[in-house]
């Protein structure tokens, strides 16, 4: 398959399944195995164009970026409650995506752990839909600590692809009783520091390569995947929040089960 084009596919995949419960990176990773190309060479570009959909969450969240730099500036307690809970969340994955970086990436190679994580956390998803008793809205800024930390925490199951940042995030939040707005935008702004820190570490790891030529898959493919990732994110957000507030995640978690049982349909053939 031409890059340009699978440059293009996989921005859409990226900007598709970031912010929603059903797993980015699984998604990319199955449709290296399904679309036939080398997932290997598409590694980096893998994780740089997260950055695009990133981007999508600063840009429609600027006004609240802008007031919580402002009141650090003054010391607002608001703005400084703000960001230590994006701290506390963004500071377990930190901690073990560092140190068990070398178990994750054998995990990244195998779809099949995509595939079940994928029905596994359809199942969890409508379990807790059922149990779930969301408190009243509140926001990010209004959190106690031991809930952002909890956030954070559960936010490292995700380091198994297949299982979703946002779902694991948004999903532990609920199950602590934060309401579905607020759970929804804690793991949309928890990603920010969460995918900088994975694509710096990326970027590191992969820097004798990028210095020697990033062969077939170049800075014109990152640069196209990074901008259809981000249009196709701006969209989603906007829906995804709106969706959500009114009709819950089993959808996402029926989605997710379909998905999971014909990957592994397909990956048994």
Known sequence: MDTIITAILLGI????TEFIPV??????????????????????FNVVIQLGA???????????FWAVGLGLLKWRPESVTFLRNVLLG????????FALKDYID????????VAWALVLGGIAILGIEKVAKPGPASGVAQLPARQALGVG?????????GVSRSGATIMGALAMGIERRTAAEFSFFLAIPTMMGATTLELWDARASLAGGMG???WTEIAIGFGVSFVVALAVIKA?????????????AWYRIAAGILAIWLLSR
């Not at 990133?54 to 609240?64: F, S």
């Not at 929040?241 to 959808?251: D, E, I, L, N, T």
């Open 153 to 161: 925490f559960i936010q490292c199951l995700s380091m198994i692809p």
């Open 54 to 64: 990133i981007l999508a969450v600063v840009v429609l969240y600027w006004r609240t």
């Open 240 to 252: 995804f929040v709106a969706f959500v507030s009114r009709s819950g995640f089993a959808p996402f």
């Open 90 to 97: 963004f500071l377990p994955s930190a901690v073990l995506g």
């Open 23 to 44: 797993s980015s990176t699984g998604h990319l990773i199955l449709a290296s195995e399904i679309f036939g190309y080398d997932a290997e060479v598409w590694k980096v």
């Open 216 to 218: 077939p898959v170049g």
């Open 13 to 16: 995949v990226e900007g598709l």
């Open 106 to 113: 054998v995990l990244l190679g195998s779809p099949m752990v």
